[in-house]
Nanobody, 119 residues
Framework: QVQLVESGGGLVQAGGSLRLSCAAS????????MGWFRQAPGKERENVAA????????HYANSVKGRFTISRDNAKNTVYLQMNSLKPEDTAVYYC????????????WGQGTQVTVSS
């Protein structure tokens, strides 16, 4: 079983950058497709980026395309989200998640890290 722990959130001014990390424990991290999600107060959870098990395929929400980059280092059991040109509307709790290899649903979640972008 894989456990996920996010880090790297914080307060940043609009136009700034942050890099989120999601460290996974467990020997089978490299088997999982991974995703970054965010949820702002009063809003639905949004899948902002996803990456397949090898890192060879990525997907982004239109709202972050061109500004965010997802990557992974399977040797370090870590997935990253580089966030540039941040906007106040990017303020949310960010979660990483692992997709179940059988159901293809994201069913393993970290505890989340807060990102706040001031205007």
């Amino acid at each position: 079983q894989v456990q996920l722990v996010e880090s790297g959130g914080g307060l940043v001014q609009a136009g700034g950058s942050l890099r989120l990390s999601c460290a996974a424990s467990g020997r089978t991290f490299s088997n999982y497709d991974m995703g970054w999600f965010r949820q702002a107060p009063g809003k639905e959870r949004e899948n902002v980026a996803a990456i397949n098990w090898s890192g060879g395929s990525t997907h982004y929400a239109n709202s972050v395309k061109g500004r965010f980059t997802i990557s992974r280092d399977n040797a370090k059991n870590t997935v990253y989200l580089q966030m540039n040109s941040l906007k106040p509307e990017d303020t949310a709790v960010y979660y990483c998640a692992a997709r179940n290899t059988v159901s293809y649903k994201y069913d393993l979640w970290g505890q989340g890290t807060q990102v706040t972008v001031s205007s």
